[in-house]
């Protein structure tokens, strides 16, 4: 396509199809030398996904050409555009433009006069994009998807650390299923330390994450990322730890920010799980005005890591949480939110615990007692934090089975009814075990327990 001493500047890939694309998904490549630092496959360099949003049945995608990586490109090699997803089965390359430099001339087109783009059409952005209260009141009702890629501390041979706690490798079908159930957002919990080489996220792990996010977005779905188990790990939040935890959690945030930077509103960055002090005082409420402290902290420089990253990152909702994401009024208070319109809270909300968790005390739930104790935590968070405009999400609820379907049932109903009366949006947590926390049937692709499924999804609307 050009000669052996010129560099290529731009790309312009043109595609036709049968019918409306409605999104193409996919990615821009190009061969380099193998002491190219950002390669990302052997003699390869491969783009974040891209995606370009259209009724039409064709679309012009532009690719400049990163700085970084010009001087590594072989002269011989190949340019790729990668084909993901669209609503059209199969799509038609009908031409590639480029534009290049020939030493210390100025660039030239190889084969087309086209005008340089200032930015890549990837996602929709800017002028359209929805402020944090409009996206938790849009989002309606999640699902977790649990106990997949947060599984942590695997001490035992695994083929794959996505399924060593017992559930299936995740697909698309389930995600589909989810969708069908009413369900129009995925939390994804993601434990990143065992897949880092030194600070750095292994690149098939990261991969294998991006590809599980575009299971969900290409349903038009939101998406919530996180840093997930890590809290039983490194993430100690002690004034003693504070400097190394947070330049652990900023690495991350760098990687994950610069690959997802280019989606739109729809994915969300979830900065940490549920953080405190492994076995400390107040672990599952409060925790100590030290570790509440070195939490804000830490939430400060997620923003602040995320937001100076580019792209759509300057405008991402971002979801930051209470100690050990407790309902708790005294870790509550003291939630720091930063200096940013583009926040939400979260908090994690199984009450109450005898009844909701895996104690086999209590299997019974609804008397008016019952109900009026549920409310004061959802008028709690509204007190704190939705009164003063800052949006909140419960990021975790639900109840084991105890035999109890009915009354989960009921529960769930008045749950999801009594936070949506405040203006908070739920996510189930569901683990995949039928005999704990499991509704989705991953195997098969259908629900346990189809009448609270279809309780909680019908409240929310």
């Known amino acids: 396509m050009i000669g052996e001493d010129d560099t290529p500047q731009y790309f312009e890939f043109k595609i036709k199809a049968g019918g ?63 084909y993901w997803w669209s609503k059209q089965e199969s799509v038609t390359l009908e031409s590639v433009t480029v534009k290049y430099s020939s030493g210390s001339a100025p660039a030239a087109d190889a084969n087309a006069d086209a005008e340089v783009p200032k930015e890549n059409n990837k996602k929709e952005e800017s002028s359209d994009v929805k402020s944090s209260a409009d996206i938790v009141k849009d989002m309606k009702i999640g699902w977790n998807l649990g106990n997949t890629l947060n599984c942590y501390n695997i001490t035992w041979e695994v083929d794959d650390f996505e399924t060593a706690w017992g559930n299936p490798k995740t697909t698309k079908k389930m995600i589909d299923t989810v969708k069908a159930a009413g369900f129009n957002a995925v939390r994804i919990p993601v434990t990143w330390n065992e897949h880092m080489n030194g600070d750095k996220i292994d690149e098939a792990w990261l991969n294998r994450v991006n590809e599980v996010v ?97 792209g759509n990152n300057a405008t991402r909702s971002l979801i930051i949480t209470a100690h050990a994401a407790a309902m708790d009024e005294t870790g509550i208070k003291d939630v720091k939110v930063p200096d940013d319109d583009r926040i939400i809270v979260s908090i994690h909300y199984y009450s109450p615990w005898d009844f909701a968790g895996n104690e086999d005390s209590r299997s019974d739930w609804g008397s008016d007692a019952d109900k009026k104790e549920l409310d004061k935590g959802f008028d709690l968070v509204k007190k704190y934090f939705i009164d003063k405009g800052v949006p909140v999400i419960i990021g975790e609820c639900g109840a084991t089975n105890k035999g109890n379907d009915d009354v989960r049932a009921s529960y769930m109903e008045y749950y999801i ?17 039928k005999e704990e926390f499991g509704l989705l049937d991953r195997k098969n692709n259908s629900w346990y327990f189809k009448k609270i499924v279809e309780s909680a999804v019908n409240a929310a609307k």
């Open 214 to 310: 575009d299971y969900v977005i290409d349903n038009d779905m939101y998406a919530i990322i996180n840093v997930h188990h890590d809290d039983y790990t490194w993430l100690n939040p002690s004034k003693a730890d504070e400097a190394k935890v947070k330049e652990k959690l900023v690495k991350i945030w760098e990687q994950l920010s610069e690959r997802f930077k280019d989606y739109d509103y729809h994915l969300l960055f979830e900065g940490m799980n549920e953080p405190r002090i492994i076995g400390g005082e107040n672990e599952w409420t409060c925790g100590t005005a030290e570790e509440r402290e070195v939490i804000n902290n830490l939430f400060a420089a997620f923003v602040d890591t995320v937001r100076k990253s580019g």
């Open 417 to 433: 009814k009594a936070a949506k009366q405040r203006g908070i949006t739920c996510f189930i947590w569901d683990n995949g075990t």
């Open 20 to 82: 409306e694309l409605q999104k193409y998904a996919g990615a821009f490549g190009i061969s380099v030398d193998d002491s190219c630092p950002d390669k990302t496959d052997k003699g390869w360099y491969q783009s974040g996904n891209v995606a370009v949003m259209t009724n039409s049945d064709s679309c012009t995608l532009y690719w400049l050409v990163p700085d970084e990586i010009k001087e590594y490109i072989k002269s011989d090699g190949e340019v790729m555009l990668g």
